[in-house]
């Protein structure tokens, strides 16, 4: 969703989130940009409540993949100030197995308002190899204010947050891009803003731990950290069908890199019709 969604996203939880873009399929910038029209006022037609998604997580050092955890995606409708909402919870949990190695325990959450797709509220508690953050985000529309422990902050029109953004990226309609425009948006984390942007790749068939599929293709650009290196480093296949499901996320990091598959679903509001053949 990574993004994962990393297209985040956040779909990668063997490393500080803030990281990536996705679902969804985090990101860092060496060129400011500012969030385009094209990504501010999309309306949901991807997804719906009660949409499940399941991911695992594989980690690669010296040509050999290792299962090494598996992260949840699951999507509820809510109510928050009395306003209808898109309540997202992903979580991120490293296999036992390897545990000693690096321990993730990851839970994010985003309440984002289901006529416009923008955030209310973001929750994020993670515990990644002894680092442990606790965040809570308060969006206010009308103001464009983000409140969090450590104040008020200004944040642009259609700013997303690093779950939202995932959901609000499968809205996206692809077929208005060219293979390699960018797609700007921008997004609140850590108290700061970050001008971001994804870059198109056009479309191929990929073959996951799942199965083969027509995918669209495309890079986000990443945000320095200590797991990954900052640029167009991570690639991001997502399906080529009404659902634009995150299928596939890989990306080098500090040492080796990891690669990210779906595994499951439920509940997708269209069929999965990009599936060419089980695996």
Known sequence: MEVFLCWELEFLEINDMKQCVLFLAGIALTLRLSAGDDFCGLRNHTFSAGESLTYNVYYNVAGLYVNAGVAMFNVNLDRLNNKPVFHVVGTGRTNSSYDWIFKVRDRYESFFDTMNLQPLKFIRNVDEGGYKKNENVAFNQQTNTAITNDGVFKVPNCVQDVLSS???????????????????????????????????????????????????????????GTIFEGGEKMTVWVSDDNNHVPLRIESPIAVGSIKVDMMGYKNLRYALSSLISFR
Not at 196 to 207: D, N, S, V
């Open 166 to 224: 995932i959901y609000y990226a499968r809205n996206i309609d692809f077929k208005k891009y060219q293979v390699g425009d960018r797609i700007p948006f921008s997004m609140f984390l850590d108290n700061e803003v970050f001008n971001l942007y994804i870059r198109y790749l056009g479309k191929e068939t990929i073959k996951t731990r799942y199965g083969k599929f027509n995918a669209i293709k495309f890079k986000p650009l990443l945000i320095k």
